[in-house]
């Protein structure tokens, strides 16, 4: 019995900061961003989208014009986020409601840093696999949000990945070979009292690509498999060169036939992250989507798929592509980053201090704002969302 992702869908705010301009800005060579990082753009969060806003978005694409009896078969909601809006209900039951699904489901949020969205899935998949008539909503939804000036800054970021986990999947089959790694360290948190997270960069990257090279030698030695066996390595990319830093360590085993192809394909995977930034959570999926419509791969091509989140968790698991997996991709995520409008340094500098706090009652319109599902108000302390059709 095959299971894995079904559909994928993808949603970013219509709003994006050009890397170059804000280089510029802060006195900075722009090959420090755009090659030396690897980002040419970052998207934007108006006052009108949070992690919930921007999951009910992406997730309605993927359940429009779907009959009653297939979202009857949704038994569960797993909300992936580091960008919660309530240090105890879950942002999930606001998409339960949202997006006019069952009572009789769970509706659970989930939190590991940038791990969660990968722990959602692997949870839905354990489920499926016991309950092989049901399906499960997987939402993994992020603002990437570093402080004005800060180290960080350049590598911010917005958006959210709805994938649905099934039986007979349409994109791609699970192969149950999962390694993964944890260990306490304090590379990047965000305590209860701030919205923006702390990081310790260099030491972020350096652990990223320790659990990298670690993971990979027990993935090949459990599953006796070689780098020669994927047709790409896909990356959680908090930027696109730490996906290159993290191949890299493992040059030496790639057979010179095969080095071609994981390099067209790794750039192919970063495409889209490049131009919206860091997902969190959703950054790795966001990147699986890129590599599938950035390029040609075949029916049962295994993909390696490489997720970490600090503090810190990794992962690596492959994926093995259905024989139409490009239907299974819904919307235009290409159309949807190419039509945001451009925001200069000054107006981003404005949205990002005018982040809305529950402390204070809120009426939040704009006229920039077209998405579908919005975040209206705030008052007593409440989130208030709309459908904006």
Known sequence: MEIGIDQISFFTPNLYLDLTELAEKRGVDPNKYLVGIGQEKQSIVPPTQDSVSMAANAASILLEQKSTEFLNSIDEILFASESGIDNSKSGAVYLQKLLNLKKNMRAIEIKQACYGGTFALMTAFDYVKLHPNKRILVVASDIARYGLKSAGEVTQGAGAVAMLVSTQPRLASYNWDSVFQSEDLMDFWRPLDQSEALVFGKMSQEIYEKFFY???????????????????????????????????????????????????????????????????????????????????????????????????????????????????????????????????????????????????????????????????????????????F
């Open 214 to 388: 670690e993971i990979w030698q027990t993935y090949s030695q459990k599953n006796l498999k070689k780098v020669s066996d994927f047709a790409a390595f896909v990356f959680h990319l908090p930027f696109t060169k730490m996906g290159k830093k993290a191949l890299d360590q493992i040059n030496d085993q790639i057979d010179e036939s095969k080095k071609d192809q994981l390099e067209k394909n790794r750039l192919a995977g970063q495409i889209y992250n490049r131009k919206v930034g860091n997902l969190y959570t959703g950054s790795l999926y966001l990147s699986l989507i890129s590599l599938l419509k950035n390029n040609i791969l075949k029916n049962n091509d295994r993909i390696a798929m490489f997720s970490y989140g600090s503090g810190a968790e990794g992962e690596l698991y492959s994926l093995s592509l259905a024989a139409d997996y490009r239907q299974a991709i819904l919307g235009d995520p290409a159309q949807m980053i190419a039509s945001r409008r451009k925001v200069s340094v000054d107006e981003y500098e404005g949205l990002f201090r005018a982040f809305p706090e529950d402390s204070e009652d809120h009426e939040l319109t704009n006229s920039y704002d077209s998405s579908h599902f919005q975040l209206k108000r705030i008052k007593d302390h409440q989130r208030i969302y709309g459908d904006n």
